[in-house]
């Protein structure tokens, strides 16, 4: 008996650690993340502007906030935001204007 729960004890502290990722696979992935969304921004010269916001597995998305400048001739270079949804499972970069993202309402 005490064989046996010491194996059950084993094999899920196996199967623990099989799924967790390594600091290496979560840094390929938000590289991965970063690259994808800046090639879908719409914006010049865009850099990542915010940190990583993971959301929950069941959800399945993570989104970081791009700034850059307005290309288009009527916008004066104008600087803006955008914010790009990463849906992790299918690896695509979603981005929408989020220029007020930050501004309050009052």
């Known amino acids: 008996m005490k064989k046996g729960c010491l194996l ?3 094999l899920g502290a196996l199967v623990g650690t099989a799924h967790a ?3 290496e696979a979560w840094a390929k992935g938000d590289q991965a993340m970063k690259t994808a ?3 879908a921004s719409q914006l010049k010269n ?3 502007a915010s940190g990583i916001m993971l ?3 069941s959800v399945g998305y993570s989104s970081v ?3 850059g400048r307005y290309p288009q001739a009527h916008m004066k270079n104008q600087r803006g935001r ?3 949804l990463w849906q992790r499972a299918t690896q695509k970069a979603h981005v929408t204007e989020a220029d007020t993202l930050l501004t309050l309402k009052r």
């Open 21 to 23: 990722s390594s600091d």
């Open 82 to 84: 955008e914010l790009c």
């Open 55 to 57: 959301f929950d597995d």
């Open 37 to 39: 969304c800046l090639k």
């Open 46 to 48: 865009p850099q990542i």
């Open 65 to 67: 906030v791009i700034s």
């Open 8 to 10: 059950l004890l084993t």
